[in-house]
């Protein structure tokens, strides 16, 4: 697909004609299926030729016109959805492929699981169907002013009035207001919102209660409730087009049945009680979103990617010596060097999404069955993928901006807004940071275990291999011996076993755990990601061991697993020999096959991001064009411009004139 | 000063208590002396003053209304130069304050010097005036669709036509189209166009030429020249107040006299000839230029840094287990990892600006006692300093809003502003990974120089010390012993000068120079970095050597000085280990003084930050507030939206109200 045009010549024709395997079986590696590739392909093309999913301008927007854009389209995706009976895999991919934030992302992301979640079956009963319906839109309203990370020091209160059966809840602080909800600001009607329960004068810590905030007649808020929209964010467009929002209760009354009750309950005298559901089920919810993060993250860095290396292709700078035709800058080793990695990245990223996908059901299943003995794993897991890919990922956007030089800083080229767009979720459903500091609690924790002699297991299990990672030497001996997954293997478990051993050696030494923790904390980070990059490195081998079809598809893959592999080596050399897990040589070594394996990819760039199969709607780049005809389009871009309006411009009799004729009027002091 | 408030609380008066050092002297040591934190501060004051000079919403205008803004800035600005009769130094910082980038900063920094420095004294006597009385605008039109790097490749042309005595400017294809200038857009009325020049039938490359745009009576553009805006750029606010534009020519005339014939000239009959005037004076602007833009990166650094600084003091998150008050984010030892090695940056590189001003008048007494001999170490040394410091300062202002969690993500924390507006700088003025790779020509050319037994000088005198910097080994033995600022020098100088020679060894085994010298090109990157870095910390060393008075302050630079170098290292351990600079153990306990410095520095962070002796309108930043009352601020902000205008907002009538009432009109398919 992706070729909009119809027989406009292809300016990137002459690279597809070199890649070396089959694209389409690439596709169908990438989307996870035949029918995966399918269904994307027609969702994408159905919102690419619908005006009113037009992006081109957006950047131009008013706050205000930018926000009524997005009422307009999610109404418009809705229609559709409708009127076509989409499935809900139909309708999530076309909600994507519209491209732009608002209030259906918290409905359906947020609201809607944390019902489902926390909710008992008869508040579900009675909410879901509202919330399937757009009969009501609902946010998720946790984070206050004063509080993110700490979601224990929330100030809002809800406290229980046996005298007439309601929770009262209230914003006693300036802080406690609610800031940042998405879909809060302007547009939902209900949302959970996050309170100290207090009932019989105690205070029972953060509870969830589902909270209407305007009338479903007009839209205005309810008595008692202030609402508004916390202001512009990074970029023009971006996620400008959410009402992220702000809400203070002044003593707001609820039914105590708004209460969401799945895990306790407050009775009708006010008595607080536990249900006998487990607090562990809430981690199904939290596996499920950090995976969509994650693959959120191939996607957005696969866009960037795309539009780089097509670019990357068309722009030519500097000739050969002799006048001949100039190089393409994709040419140079050091384009390659930058780009190449972060090519290999994105497909790294998808895999280890598919993987998280997998790692969801069988969570749950296992919750079914009331096997939580691999849930503080799974929730290391996914808390440490989340953070490192998101990381990763803004970083990459903004390198694959400035690969395109100057014209990469145009909103025309779209990696502006991308990077803007994307760059919360390094902050968002967990601050990055915090995030990482829980996989190394985890780490500690599974070192004194394994001290102890607990075999660890899932993704920790490598830990248990203690007594050959801690002394093992990589046998490594040409740059050839690199391409050897297990030789891979064996080196990222060594490091990452080994940093989370001497972190704990050091702690020990402390005088308390706590306190240990704490001075070693920048230490800790490096060794969560080690561990982290260590599980995707190894699901990316693992794919690998899978039956992959089509001609060329899994020789071109393994060679993305070996460049993401060693290029992180090369990046983190530091780790790998301080830890005495490889020599200077085999460093150097790795970091020769790179330079190979990256010529060895450049015939294939293009093809590899075509397999992505995005549309040139989605891309929403005139560097990225399928065709590659980008001067054409970025000079009719400019053009679009309001101050293009006039050639003169605005502002010029009164600010330009009178200084150009030496007029301005002084006051001499 | 920088308390904009009178008798309000200070927030940070605790943390501004506990500095152990006098923050006046720091202020003297960071603005270079008493005199300049004097004007400095009389200037920021005037602008802050000011209401014209607001910018508090400006990142919600419209284009339109931002460029009229910039218009009206520019003017008024002008209009207090001349009524205060204000000296170039006094102009240049009330230009700076004003924090907006516009069509002065091109005719300035780039107009006038381009005359200054390629035009001959005629030309100079001619256009001069008039462009210091602002009676033209002029801007710098280099750049092209096609061509940013590759100046050499550009299209335009210039052919002289001796039947009429003048120059036919034209552009013959759509990628010659001039692109990126800034001012040209909407303001200019003239421009250094740089076109290959073509006389007798023969191209003579590039030259510069000044050329009339538009009207002096109306500011229409003349017959044959049009003009426009390129359109939209990254952020909201930022750079999208300067008008960059498109040029087309249409076989323009201009008067043979507009070529700038400083170096060569064309003469009545169309001769080529080249004058005697040696072209090396052209580095005297470059060097000048330069040193301009290591200069703002200290200042867009620190401006980052200090809204960090001043932020992580007041936000806190999480208690003490006890249920105690909750901790600082800057208590954290990742918040400090993260935060205080950008704080050393940006001493760093003000310390190594101020040396480069030195190294400006230094190269231009050598340029007038015809000595060229340390120009192409000058040359080097500019280009590699440019591309470090902006590349980091880059990355740590997004750093520095990542440290601020969410709200770091609004624009009302100044910091989406302050990175959008600072990236470029990573791309005019030399494509970063050109400039580096110019660098890395330098120093494998000084390589083999040193092999033939010529002693390098300036900034590169170090590898005529290659006997002892091949073979030495740190003679580190405990943490403290890398206070020393003779063991930091010799490690760095070590490291540089093995990755330069390992580079030269591995281009002598391939084919050809050019060859290998492209081969290697991705580790001749990380060459020429670890020689920049080397040059910055040797500044900084030096700077330390120097008398510097106040209590307390020599001391705080001295620890900063240590975490500059330290946090180098062991970011770059790699390089030291592979290199056999350093071993493991040396790398360990570099990185445990790390952890002390940090603690030591904790105390004195704000006031660190004071002494930058910023007031809150240049910082703009509700989280960076002079006096820490932060919550209100925000709050305040969010009120400004024009979304919050209405509190149903535009849209709910089409496009929310029939989605809630089930009234969306379907067309069943
Ligand atoms: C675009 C966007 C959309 C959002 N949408 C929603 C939404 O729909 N609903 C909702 O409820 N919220 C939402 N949020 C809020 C978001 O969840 C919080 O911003 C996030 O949890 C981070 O918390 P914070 O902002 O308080 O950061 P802070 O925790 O204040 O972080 C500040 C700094 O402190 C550091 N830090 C904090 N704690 C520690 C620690 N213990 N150890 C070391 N360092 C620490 C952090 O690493 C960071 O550097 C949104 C935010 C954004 C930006
Ligand atoms: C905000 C802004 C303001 C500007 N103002 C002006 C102005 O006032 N006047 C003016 O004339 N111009 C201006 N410019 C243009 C600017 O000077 C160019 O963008 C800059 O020189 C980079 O060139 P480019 O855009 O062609 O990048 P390219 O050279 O096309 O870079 C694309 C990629 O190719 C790589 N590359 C290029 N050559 C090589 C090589 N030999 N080896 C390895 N890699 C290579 C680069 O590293 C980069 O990754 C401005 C640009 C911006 C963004
Ligand atoms: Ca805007």
Redesign the interface.
Known sequence: MAADGGGEPDHLAGERATAQFDVDGMKVAWAGSRHAVEVADRMARLVASDPVFRKDTR??L???EL??DT??K??HA??RI???RLTEEEANLLRLYVDQPGYVDLHWGMFVPAIKGQGTEEQQKKWLPMAY?????GCYAQ?E??????VQ?LETTATFDPSTDEFVMHSPT??S?K??PGGL???S?HAVVYARLITEGKDYGIHGFIVQLRS?D????LPGVT??????????GA??SM?NG?LRFDHVRIPRDQMLMRLSQVTREGKYVHSDVPKQLLYGTMVYVRQTIVADASKALSRAVCIAVRYSAIR????S?DGGP?TQVLN???????LFPLLASAYAYRFVGQWLKWLYTDVNQKLEAKDYSTLPEAHACTAGLKSVTTSAT??AI?EC??LC??H?????SGL?EL??VY??A???EG???VLL?QVARFLMKTVSQVAAGKQPVGTIAYMGNIQHLMQCKSAVNTAEDWLNPAAIKEVFEARALRMAVNCAQNISKAPSQ?EGF??????L?EAAVAHVQLIIVTKFIEKLQEDIPGPGVKEQLQKLCSIYALHLL?K?????????CVT?RQ??LA?ELL?KLYAQVRPNAVALVDAFDYTDHYLGSVLGRYDGDV??A??E?????????T??????Q???????K?Q??????
Chains 1, 2 share one sequence.
């Open positions: 950047t131009m008013s706050r205000k926000f009524k009422l307009k999610a109404a809705w229609k409708v009127e076509l319906k757009f009969q009501i839109i984070t002013l004063g509080h993110g990370s700490n020091g300036l802080t207001s800031w940042w600001g302007k547009a009607t479903l007009d839209h205005s808020p609402l508004g929209d916390i202001g512009g964010k990074f970029g023009s996620y400008n009402d702000v030519k700078q500097f000739g010596q100039e140079y080793k050091t384009q390659q060097s930058r803004a970083d903004e901006r400035k030089g100057g990469g800083y145009l909103n025309s502006p990077f803007a760059v919360p390094c902050t968002y601050d990055n940071v500091l706590e704490s001075e070693l904390s920048p230490d980070l090369h983190h050399l530091g780790d790998f020999l301080s830890t005495g200077a460093g150097a970091n330079g001067y054409p970025l000079y871009e400019a053009w679009k411009d309001p101050l293009n309006e050639v003169v411009p605005d502002g010029y009164e600010h330009l004139r009178p200084l150009l030496q301005l009027k002084l006051s001499r002091l």
